[in-house]
């Protein structure tokens, strides 16, 4: 269970083996530890007791901190949720030789191809009844689909030798699938086109908000397959940026928050909007959707799997590839 605090003055404290969450000073949630995966903390004015944080790095559970954005800041987890030396040792070494090549022409493919899934998923439901958009959707299906075959002549010793030239591939197919996604929009919202920081039309919104929610999903998984959230390949090495993170997401972005974004569109369901930003209302629903999908199954590996557990086994799959134990293979979900 994931518990979502939004509300200004909350408080979080402990009760037996419970976590108790007061708001106005009355009781309003009374969680088991052992049932809790999560504790998310989205809002300027809570707080929190240290027997909570003590009982939480206790039972495995992570506390992480947004910002009104939906940009994580900070993350309280125990020091002990990693995997062996070994790995780690091996994920920083994969850097400069060509395992890093390969991990991260995995993960461009697999964003790619689930960009097309993505598209497939929605334009199926458009063949009938608007055929125009339907072989307009198709036609960018196949030039994403061109786009990403020349991965296959990218080659080099390294990451360094070939990063340009992947983020030339994801950045050509990102703009093909965001103009497809601007075709299944419509004119039901306005949508400018992708934007990332500063953005206040609320689709980028809402997928900046879907993308902090999943980055955090991803960051505790990596932890716990015992690799450094901070030592990525596709993405550049700064102080503070979690760039393992941000190539291991690339796989779930679309299937995970896109989906989500574009249904609710569709749907015409209300997004509100306070001084650039998602309103409270917005954010605690949006959340709810994303943690149901998160919740629903997908092929994996030939049986069904919640996507949030098939992030785990992806993030362990990763740790054994860079061991040397096993083929990486990125997920791709269906349509």
């Not at 106005?24 to 504790?39: M, S």
């Not at 009104?68 to 091996?90: C, D, E, H, M, N």
């Not at 098939?310 to 990125?330: C, D, H, N, S």
């Amino acid at each position: 269970m994931e518990l979502h605090v939004t509300n200004y003055g909350s408080f979080l404290g402990k009760k037996s083996e419970r976590l108790i969450l007061k708001e106005n000073g009355k009781v309003v949630h009374e969680i088991p530890f052992h049932d809790l995966e999560q504790v998310i903390i989205d809002t300027p004015g809570a707080s929190l007791s240290t027997d909570v944080i003590k009982e939480c790095v206790e039972h495995g559970v992570q506390i992480s901190f947004l910002t009104p954005s939906g940009k994580p800041f900070a993350r309280l987890v125990s020091p002990y949720l990693t995997g062996t030396v070994i790995t780690r040792r091996q994920q920083l070494m994969a850097f400069c030789d060509e395992r890093s090549v390969s991990l991260a022409k995995l993960f461009v493919e697999g964003k790619l191809r689930n960009q097309v899934n993505v598209l497939k998923y929605f334009a199926k439901y458009r063949k009938g009844v608007d055929r125009e958009l339907f072989e307009s959707i198709s036609g960018l299906i196949g030039q994403i689909e061109q786009v990403a075959s020349s991965l296959n002549t990218i080659n080099g010793n390294c990451i360094d030798d070939v990063r340009a030239q992947l983020m030339s591939v994801e950045g050509r197919a990102g703009n093909l699938y965001w103009e497809g996604v601007g075709l299944l929009i419509g004119d039901k919202v306005d949508f400018p086109g992708r934007k990332h920081r500063g953005a206040v039309d609320p689709v980028n919104s809402l997928l900046n908000y879907g993308y902090g929610m999943l980055c955090r999903q991803a960051e505790g998984a990596l932890i716990l397959a015992g690799l450094d959230p901070f030592g990525g390949f596709l993405h550049v090495d700064r102080p503070g940026k979690l760039s393992l993170v941000y190539d291991f997401v690339e796989e779930f972005r679309q299937q995970v928050v896109d989906r989500v974004v574009i249904a609710m569109v569709n749907k015409g369901i209300a997004v509100e909007m306070e001084e650039g930003m998602l309103s409270n209302t917005t954010r605690r629903d949006f959340s709810e959707r994303i943690k149901e999908r998160l919740e629903s199954q997908e092929k994996y590996q030939g049986k069904k799997y919640k996507l949030r557990t098939i992030m785990q086994m992806q993030a362990r799959r990763v740790a054994t590839f860079l061991r040397g134990e096993a083929k990486y293979r990125p997920f791709v979900g269906g349509w």
